[in-house]
């Protein structure tokens, strides 16, 4: 097993609330800023691969790819397990759901 899948299952492991995040990509600003919207910024840990060279970001991408099944950005895993990519909160956004889905997975009360 690479380094990189250990260090992405420990962090994964670590958070109930996981983002693989870059902070050059629009998607992410979004999923961001629905953590914003309901004030549970500080529940989600952001793990923001933008800063780091191309081919490292590619490592990390193909790590949680190998864990979790996702290698989009963002990927917002929940107890350890993938939950949703900025496409998912959308659809829950469009219907009307979305606090809803935050609630059922805890992140809201």
Request: net charge positive; glycine share 4%; hydrophobic share 40%.
């Amino acid at each position: 097993m690479s380094t990189f899948v250990a260090k992405a299952e420990e962090m994964i492991k670590s958070h109930q609330y996981f983002q693989l995040s870059a902070s050059w990509c629009p998607d992410c600003v979004y999923a961001n800023s629905v953590w914003d919207k309901f004030n549970v910024k500080n529940k989600v840990f952001v793990f923001d691969i933008g800063s780091l060279p191309r081919t490292e970001q590619e490592k990390w991408r193909v790590a949680f790819q190998k864990v979790v099944g996702s290698r989009n950005l963002p990927t917002v895993v929940v107890n350890g397990k993938f939950w949703a990519t900025e496409s998912q909160l959308h659809r829950f956004e469009n219907k009307g759901t979305l606090k809803e889905e935050l609630t059922k997975i805890g992140l809201l009360p």
